[in-house]
């Protein structure tokens, strides 16, 4: 079993994210769509919207960055 | 009070010996019942008793330490299983309790002729087992001959009242439901701790005590499982729209009727529509309600209260809350209920009360009121009624947190005896076009409790200037603002503590302990309930293998069969032997996975490790990891860069040497540095690494070198202490 590549932690079942990550990252592609009928933005427009405000969780931010430095999880 | 020496003890044909929990109980009681309320406190080194005269008989009343007997396994070896147990003197598996071995000595000598035992500890499951341990063991007397004395408060006519009507026979089913919640305590914390910390050892060699429990488990959970969905939290946007009108030279903010709209469109369309619109008042609906005193203090409300107002920590109210009932200053703190009983002399409490200069007038007030009948909350407690004022004067100057806990206990109690308080809340619906907005007052109309309960009531009263139905209202200004939802808060301990209540986890006597030992073995972090990486690897590895402990239904089925023996239903024996097998296959499927679980448990381990030293990239050679360093040499903390071993890199910053410092992931706004929170018994603070340079930091810089200055020159003042 590998790591996560974000954490250390083991990696999940479903890819080399550890559950947290994972489901972070899940949650970022269901919140998408809201975020798109809204504003009506772009994926990259929505995470750097994403990224700017304090409600966002810890792990997301984390996965945004490791999306950010060219990681396609 | 007189102190003579144990040889000029006085002699009589009929001794009663009382067992008290704690010594400042022993000396209440003791001046209580002697006749002229003077007893002799007889000194044997650095502990006594008292002795004295009532009704021809000699009373000894002595007093615990709390527990003087603990658990202890009876194999030897720091290893699991561990399923048998006897009861030792406290001093020999403690051995920060080397004062309960003087005290044991003393019960043991004046337990000697001895007619009579009487237990007098609080009248609760621990302390019951105290009593009968302490008569057990301490006293090798037989159990079942020794009388009770039941009381809620400390005051000497309860304990006159106590004495002369106590028990002829002790609590037995109270005591066997204490010993069989001790046993099974420590049956699942002993055994789990050492697998888990055994686990670690194996796979690492550290000796890292990494703890679990009965009730711990589930707590965990709780706060792991909101850790979690704050930190996987997306948010998502929506937008209020804001409207502003003005009537009698006053701004009025109204309220649109859909509290979120959910796309920028909608919100643009619904501000063009209003902007500059004249509404018109459709209807105005008045609505009156009565609010009725709130209900008495159990523990669990005085400890929420005392959060909501104070700040302060549940198991910081409740010490308070202790230390004012060992004073006669309250009723018993550890209790469930919420209700008055009408044997509880009410007058006497006010007019003792009265003679509080700061209470006068309040009392004075629910006299005038007439009414002298307290209200009633649901909750209740057979053991103790709802926490109350004694009405006894404090003997002397409360220190501030008392006083608050105490004023908070007082005008609580007054509020009970208050009219129930009426209020009137006004809608207003505004139409403009198809929109509806509304316009909302508040209006009190009588206060009633609220001013026997003030400051510890606010109601923001909003006033309406005068409308009435078909009013105009031109629509001065609107707006729409985008706003993001959030994610539920974090724990506090007053929240986590409520939670722990609803779910029926512990006790009221054990859950704030509970909630402070996550924070105390490193499981989260600050009293916020974040959870630390290693709280993380222990929920993990029990959630892969051993669920049940973090199971809150595990240990509500435990509770109710603990209750079950204090309700005299079930046997101990039964209990624990269930428990033991249970206790057994889990442990043998621990132990087979014992490497695996070791391994995840280190790795969390060392991610914690490292989070609590690393503060971030270095700014000076971009390369390195600034990491909080210990200086080998003066054993002073410091930053420095994980480079300087290699010679690449000296970048180094000076730390502020008392407190508990935890790097946060968040940047300077004035140098860009990273910041860091320091946590001492004071209040926790946050700075900069570059704290000493800093611009926006050298007011902080100031204040501490003016405070150090002040410290100094007093020292000098003060001369020849050193």
């Not at chain 2, 435990?558 to 204090?566: G, K, Y």
């Not at chain 2, 032997?577 to 448990?601: D, M, N, W």
């Amino acid at each position: 079993m590998s790591d996560c590549p974000i954490c250390g932690r083991p990696s999940g079942h479903n890819g080399e994210l550890c559950q947290y990550h994972q489901l972070a990252i899940d949650n970022l592609h269901e919140g998408e769509e809201t975020w798109r009928s809204a504003l009506g933005i772009d994926w990259d427009s929505y995470l750097d919207h994403l990224y700017a405000l304090d409600e966002l969780g810890l792990w997301v931010r984390e996965v945004i960055e490791y999306i950010r430095s060219g990681n396609s999880p | 009070m007189r102190s003579v020496p144990a040889n000029k003890r006085r002699d009589r044909l009929s001794r009663v010996l009382i067992i008290s929990e704690k010594p400042t109980a022993a000396r209440r009681i003791a001046e209580a019942l002697d006749e002229h309320s003077t007893p002799d406190e007889i000194k044997s080194g650095r502990v006594s008793y008292y002795e004295c005269e009532k009704d021809g008989d000699t009373l000894l009343v002595a007093y615990a330490l709390g527990h003087l007997f603990e658990l202890k396994q009876t194999e030897k070896g720091w290893k699991y299983p561990r399923l048998s147990t006897e009861w030792v003197p406290k001093y020999e598996v403690d051995k920060k309790a080397a004062e309960t071995k003087p005290i044991i000595s003393l019960i043991k000598r004046i337990s000697k002729d001895v007619d009579q035992f009487v237990v007098a500890t609080d009248y609760d499951i621990e302390g019951s087992l105290i009593g009968y341990l302490t008569l057990k063991y301490a006293c090798r007397a037989d159990p079942s001959q020794a009388a009770r004395m039941v009381f809620s408060t400390l005051t000497g006519n309860e304990l006159r009242h106590a004495y002369v009507s106590r028990a002829s026979t002790l609590d037995f089913p109270m005591i066997e439901a204490g010993h069989a919640r001790h046993e099974v305590d420590w049956l699942y914390g002993i055994n789990l701790t050492r697998a888990l910390t055994l686990a670690i050892k194996e796979a690492s060699g550290w000796f890292k005590i990494v703890s679990t429990g009965r009730v711990q488990g589930p707590t965990l959970a709780l706060v792991a499982e909101r850790d979690r969905d704050i930190n996987v939290f997306v948010p998502k946007p929506f937008w209020t729209i804001l409207a502003t009108t003005t009537q009698a030279d006053k701004d009025l903010l109204l309220e649109y009727s859909k509290k979120r709209i959910e796309t920028k469109k909608e919100a643009d369309e619904i501000v063009r529509d209003l902007q500059g619109a004249t509404a018109i008042v459709d209807s105005i609906t008045r609505k009156k309600s009565l609010q009725k005193p709130p209900v008495p203090f159990n523990l669990s409300g005085l400890q929420s209260e005392s959060y909501r107002h104070f700040g302060f920590r549940p198991s910081r109210t409740l010490a308070i809350a202790q230390k004012l009932y060992l004073e006669a200053l309250i009723s018993y703190p550890r209790t469930g209920s919420q209700k008055i009983p009408p044997s509880i002399d009410t007058e006497a409490i006010l007019s003792g009360l009265k003679e509080q200069r700061k209470y006068k007038t309040l009392v004075n007030r629910v006299i005038e009121g007439g009414n002298l009948v307290p209200v009633q909350g649901k909750m209740d407690d057979p053991a103790h009624p709802a926490i109350h004022p004694t009405g006894a004067k404090p003997e002397r100057r409360l220190t501030p947190s008392e006083s608050k806990v105490y004023d908070l206990i007082v005008k609580r109690f007054l509020a009970l005896f208050g009219e129930t308080a009426a209020r009137e809340s006004v809608r207003a619906d505004i139409k403009a076009g198809t929109h509806l907005l509304y316009l909302r007052g508040l209006k009190i109309l009588k206060r009633g409790w609220m001013d026997l309960y003030d400051p510890y009531v606010s109601h923001k009263e909003v006033l309406l200037p005068p409308i009435a139905e078909s009013d105009e209202m031109f629509l001065v200004s609107v707006t729409s603002e985008m706003r993001y939802t959030s994610p539920r808060p974090r724990f506090n301990p007053s929240s986590l503590l409520k939670l722990l209540e609803k779910e029926n986890l512990g006790t009221k006597s054990t859950r704030a302990s509970i909630v402070d030992s996550l924070r105390s073995r490193g499981y989260t972090l600050g009293d916020r309930f974040e959870l630390s990486t290693l709280g993380y690897a222990l929920f993990e590895t029990l959630q892969q293998h051993i669920p049940e402990i973090l199971s809150a239904e595990f240990t509500r089925q435990l509770e109710r069969e603990m209750e079950s023996i204090q309700a005299g239903e079930t046997d101990r024996e039964g209990l624990l032997s269930h428990v033991r097998t249970e206790l057994t296959q889990l442990l043998e499927r621990f132990k087979e996975q014992e490497e695996t679980i070791g391994a995840f448990l280190v790795s969390g381990l060392q991610r914690y490790w490292r989070a609590k030293e690393e503060i971030g990239p270095c700014p000076k050679c971009g390369e390195g990891t600034l990491f909080i360093i210990r200086s080998p040499k003066t054993g002073k903390r410091f930053v420095g860069c994980s480079r300087y071993k290699d010679g690449e890199c000296d970048q180094s910053f000076p730390l502020p040497q008392r407190g508990e410092i935890t790097p946060l992931d968040k940047q300077c706004p004035h140098c860009g540095h990273a910041m860091i929170r320091v946590s001492s018994r004071r209040r926790p603070w946050e700075t900069c690494i570059n704290w000493t340079e800093c611009p926006g930091r050298q007011e902080d810089l100031k204040t501490l070198q003016d405070k150090r200055g002040m410290a100094e020159s007093s020292t000098k003042e003060g001369g020849t202490d050193e």
